[in-house]
């Protein structure tokens, strides 16, 4: 048997709720744990249980599908129920597998669905270990082989992925990206900086010189762990 799609429906009005919500129930392979109006109470769900897909509207007057999705991004997949277009572009900025405009048929749900469960059947991690990282840029999901990351440098909200063949610009964080890497791979030697183990060719002083060149510093906070890690 196929494992369940743990998936949240969030809108302010009850009526997309219960449309969405009967779309749902026609598909045994979702299983709704959350469906109403209140984002304070999805955001409980959110971090209490393991969470695949969240439909969501953008206007809300709590919080707004933008807001919500800035707090949970790359932790968590999104389809978009919107009666505005507009939003669109400032959406796909996040894991956004589709975007529905309403009145949503029940046609174009299942698309959306099915589109989700292609994404997870080419990209999920856990069927690649942790050879590969998956992250989404430019509205482009990028398959990232963690061989080939030479460093990771952290750019206030953003993160630039220096491979060996280009860099790629990630609206993320380095904590939350350092979740998602191998940890007996990876190490943050610094508040800006994650390296991978195999690319360290020289340490002198404060500083690590990776293979390609590079001179990174290790920060005062991270110098016991990183001494560790390297033991």
């Known amino acids: 048997m196929s494992k369940k799609i743990n ?3 969030l809108d302010d009005e009850p009526l997309a ?12 392979q979702l299983h709704v744990v959350y ?13 209490a249980e393991t969470v695949d897909l969240v439909f969501i509207d ?7 599908g933008i807001e919500l999705m800035q707090l949970f991004n790359q932790k968590h997949n999104f ?11 400032d959406a796909y900025q996040f894991h956004v597998i589709d975007f529905l405009l309403k009145p949503v048929t029940f046609a174009r ?5 099915e589109k989700y469960q292609r994404w997870q059947e080419t990209f999920q991690q856990a069927d690649t270990g942790d050879s590969y990282l998956l992250v989404k840029s430019d509205r482009k999901q990028y398959r990232i082989a963690t061989e080939t990351i030479q460093y990771i440098e952290g750019l206030k909200d953003y993160i630039r992925i220096h491979t ?3 860099k790629i610009m990630v609206l993320e964080n380095l904590k939350d990206i350092l979740t998602r890497l191998p940890g007996h791979k990876f190490v943050r030697i610094h508040r800006s900086y994650i390296i991978p183990r195999n690319g360290i060719k020289v340490i002198e002083g404060n500083q690590i010189r990776m293979t390609n ?12 762990q990183t001494d560790e890690w390297l033991r």
Not at 17 to 28: E, N, T, W
Not at 35 to 47: M, P
Not at 219 to 224: C, D, I, L, S
């Open 7 to 9: 998936c949240i429906i």
């Open 109 to 113: 749900f299942y698309q959306g669905v």
């Open 35 to 47: 469906a109403g109006s209140d984002a304070f109470k999805a955001i409980e769900h959110l971090q």
């Open 213 to 224: 060149g590079t001179w990174l510093p290790i920060g005062e906070t991270y110098r016991k």
């Open 164 to 166: 060996d063949t280009e």
């Open 79 to 89: 389809i978009i129920t919107s009666a505005y277009p507009q939003y669109a572009l």
């Open 58 to 64: 953008i206007q809300m007057p709590q919080l707004t």
């Open 17 to 28: 709720v219960q449309l969405i919500s009967d779309y749902a129930s026609r598909l045994s």
